[in-house]
């Protein structure tokens, strides 16, 4: 069965900590996601890996950062928390080629004070 | 600029009934679309596909019809049950792109028995 897990479902950090999320897949998928969700916003972009030590900006990179040091996992940075990215972090995976149909791990719900 | 539209924010169906979510795009060239349903507090799984070149796909209660005239698709659910009750996403697949999907805001859809 495929699986996407993430260190944390729910996480409070203050403002200006550094905040590490992690991503690991079992499934030897070639491509990561990171998005977060917010309310009427639906799911955003902020980075993508197509391979180890690759990473791609998404649409909403500003005030994150990736590392993708092995394949099977997939981490996000926040360099430096701000109340506005209180949020829902969602990570998922692909394997190349079909439907595109990307793999969604249960999500990490962050919240900066 | 909104490639992928989800127009209506909710909507309310009762059980037993047929359950319609509509997805409208703009971009004639993509490959792919895919319908997410999401519960709260956890990732969005997969529900269903369908590649441009078809016009309808089934599975089960589920079928997604795609329109490319119009630029639109949308998801059938027949018959509706309470566990459907949950936020629904459209996605299109880009040509050319690494499996990165464009996401729609998402259509949370209540069930009532």
């Known amino acids: 069965d495929v699986k996407v897990t993430q260190s944390s479902r729910y996480l409070v950090k203050r403002t200006g900590e550094k905040v590490f999320l992690e991503c690991v897949q079992d499934?030897?998928?070639?491509?990561m996601f990171w998005y977060r969700q917010d309310p009427g916003l639906g799911l955003r972009l902020i980075y993508f890996?197509?391979?180890?030590?690759?990473?791609e900006k998404g649409d909403i990179p500003e005030g994150y950062s990736v590392s993708r040091e092995k394949k099977e996992r997939f981490s996000l940075i926040l360099e430096s928390a701000s109340t506005n990215q209180t949020s829902m972090y969602l990570c998922?995976?692909?394997?190349?080629?079909?439907?595109?149909?990307?793999?969604f791990g249960p999500g990490t719900r962050l919240t900066v004070l | 600029d909104q490639q992928v539209k989800q127009n209506s924010p909710s909507l309310s169906v009762q059980e037993g009934r047929i359950s319609i979510l509509n997805c409208d795009y703009t971009?004639?060239?993509?490959?792919?679309f895919l319908w997410y349903k999401k519960y709260p507090a956890e990732g969005p799984t997969f529900l269903i596909s369908?590649?441009?070149?078809?016009d309808k796909n089934e599975d089960g209660r589920f079928t997604v019809f795609l329109n490319k005239s119009a630029k639109h698709l949308s998801l059938h659910i027949v018959p509706s049950q309470p566990g459907d009750s949950a936020v629904y996403f459209c996605?299109?697949?880009?040509?050319?792109?690494?499996?990165?999907?464009?996401f729609g805001k998402g259509t949370k859809l209540s069930v009532k028995p």
């Open positions: 998922a995976s692909r394997v190349v080629g079909g439907y595109n149909e990307q793999f």
């Open positions: 499934m030897d998928h070639e491509n």
């Open positions: 890996s197509y391979d180890v030590k690759m990473k």
């Open positions: 971009n004639s060239m993509f490959d792919y």
């Open positions: 369908i590649s441009s070149i078809k």
């Open positions: 996605a299109a697949s880009p040509p050319g792109s690494q499996g990165n999907l464009i």
